[in-house]
């Protein structure tokens, strides 16, 4: 078989030099993008990171392409050394977001729900998916406020909001977002006033009066201002920013999102975009005339960021298959390689392939896991078939479940569940490839990091703001259900990474580039920058 197979797994594999030249290109690409697009490298309105001191009980959104979640998010701000309270003074009836040493970041969490977002919304008019998600606010709501009647407390006539929105969007101030085509299996097109269309459907339970159906809310809730509206990757960036205090050859550098969809966010000087680009802002009590960067929303995987994926020869024939079969042909390019919504399917169509033109399997034999399109999750490849340590075991698992099991004739062998985990590690390897050097290129595109070339070889190192001959740590602030629950992913890309910068000379050696989850950071991140919102005005 591994002869047979190597056929079909051998166009995903990325070696050294390619992944090297596909950082180099894809930072050339993204500082064009940025200088020239008016699609992708989008400022956004944030033109500073939190201090960590920000304080306030906000309201918090986080609608991504699968999941919406909704709670309070209370900021409690850090102490001059930028420690909280240990877990054991964790407060009953709240969450406390907690790091990767088991000390609490300064935040609290409570009322929080979570709901999927199901097939027909996406497919639904606007007003209905957001009409939808104005009864999910409200059903938080209403229980925060039911629990302060209970207890004697104030109830507030107005509640400031912040929103995570996992799609791209152009903004001109931060608390205002335009929608764009929203993509992740969307079907709405229109370009859509964000605010107004989530107010509308949240407000009509501002009035005293029962909600029929499967919402009971019975009290008069309060108006909600929206103080921030920011996108996943800009909130996870703000997230862990807010809650790791800098040090000096230690910074949070940039965000990346790794879920249903992929994404990036990161700082970039005003010069370097293009002039429609610069937004202007309204003065406000804390503004500073002095700033010159501001956060940018990179959307780096639509089209205009896939030169370097056709110049290196990295799309097959798989994958223009799938590409074909989207929502959106030729649309994101980038996240239909790497992203979790695509990478089950494309496992499937390279096993299909493999199984009817390598083993002559006629199709109509194949189950259904196998026969229809986008049946194979990648849920199913991350908590089934990764993690599986004998093939034959899983063919057991698979001949067992009436969905993958085949007609007739047909069964599971132990060849045929080695080489569908072979073709899913392959596709997994090449996805933490390429977002390994689309993480080191935006790096270099900003100057984080910066690239020489000679006819021999290619190297990377450090620059920015930092002496010579020290360690410089910059954290990469990542989240996303792809990234944080994919067996070996977070690892195979931190490998890339570290490959990539091995080529560092020797005099500027140190720089390290590292991955840190920042959990939950779309609803944190959300009231996060609202309090920075609030506190600027």
């Known amino acids: ?44 309105p944030v033109t500073r990171l939190p201090t960590g001191k920000e304080t306030g009980n906000f309201l918090a959104i986080d609608l991504g392409g699968t999941n919406l979640r909704v709670g309070f998010v209370e900021l409690l701000g850090s102490s001059q050394d930028g420690a909280v309270a240990k877990i054991s003074d964790m407060s009953s009836g709240a969450a406390l977001s907690l790091d990767g040493h088991g000390w609490e970041t300064p935040v609290r969490r409570s009322h929080e729900r979570s709901w999927p977002i199901g097939e027909h919304l996406k497919m639904d008019r606007a007003e209905d998916l ?20 209970s207890l004697g407390l ?15 969007m152009i903004q001109k101030s931060l608390a205002e977002a335009t929608l764009m085509p929203m993509g992740k299996g969307f079907a709405i097109t229109t370009n859509l006033n964000l605010g107004t269309m989530l107010l509308a459907g949240y407000e009509r339970h501002t009035e005293r009066v029962p909600v029929n159906g499967q919402r009971n809310i019975s009290v008069a809730l309060p108006r909600v201002k929206i103080a921030a509206i920011t996108n996943d990757t800009v909130a996870t960036l703000a997230s862990l920013a807010y809650s790791v205090r800098s040090e000096p050859l230690s910074r ?29 802002r309204s003065p406000s009590k804390k503004s500073r005339p002095s700033e010159d960067e501001v956060i940018i929303n990179t959307e780096w995987t639509i089209n205009g960021a896939a030169g370097p994926l056709r110049d290196l020869d990295l799309v097959t024939e798989w994958d223009m298959m799938l590409d074909k079969a989207t929502d959106a042909p030729g649309f994101q390019p980038f996240e239909y390689m790497v992203a979790g919504r695509y990478l089950g399917e494309l496992v499937r169509l390279v096993f299909v392939d493999w199984l009817t033109r390598g083993r002559g399997v006629i199709g109509a034999s194949l189950p259904t896991l196998l026969g229809r399109r986008n049946a194979l999750t990648t849920t199913f490849l991350a908590t089934v078939v990764a993690p599986a340590e004998d093939a034959g075991q899983l063919a057991v698992v698979f ?33 933490a490839a390429m977002i390994a050097s689309a993480v080191v290129g935006l790096l270099i595109s900003t100057g984080e990091l910066s690239l020489h070339n000679d006819e021999k070889h290619i190297s990377f190192a450090a620059e920015k703001d930092f002496p010579l001959n020290m360690h410089t740590e910059l954290v990469v602030a990542y989240t996303g259900g792809l990234i944080t629950q994919y ?32 959990s939950d950071g779309g609803i944190i991140g959300a009231g996060v920058l609202a309090a920075t919102a609030c506190h600027d005005v």
């Open 399 to 431: 001949n067992s479940n009436p969905e993958s099991a085949g007609h007739g004739n047909w069964r599971w062998t132990t060849e045929f569940s080695g080489a569908i985990q072979r073709i899913a590690r392959a596709v997994e390897r090449r996805s």
């Open 487 to 518: 067996p070996c992913l977070k690892t195979d890309i931190q490998r890339n990474i570290n490959l990539l910068l091995e080529c560092i000379p020797t005099h500027s050696a140190g720089s390290t580039v590292v991955l840190r989850e920042a």
């Open 1 to 44: 078989m591994s002869a047979d197979l190597d056929r079909w797994v051998a166009p995903f594999n990325i070696d050294g030099e390619k992944l090297y030249r596909l950082a180099s290109q894809f930072s050339e690409t993204y500082k064009d993008l940025a200088l020239n697009s008016t699609e992708q490298f989008l400022p956004t």
């Open 252 to 280: 949070v550098a940039m965000g990346l999102i790794v879920g249903t969809g992929c994404n990036a966010t990161i700082p970039m000087k005003l010069e370097a975009l293009h002039p429609s680009k610069r937004i202007s």
């Open 130 to 149: 957001f009409a939808w998600l104005g009864d999910c606010v409200a059903e938080v709501v209403a229980a925060r406020v039911k629990e302060e009647l």
């Open 154 to 168: 104030h109830v507030s006539k107005e509640i400031a909001m912040g929103i995570t929105f996992s799609f791209p």
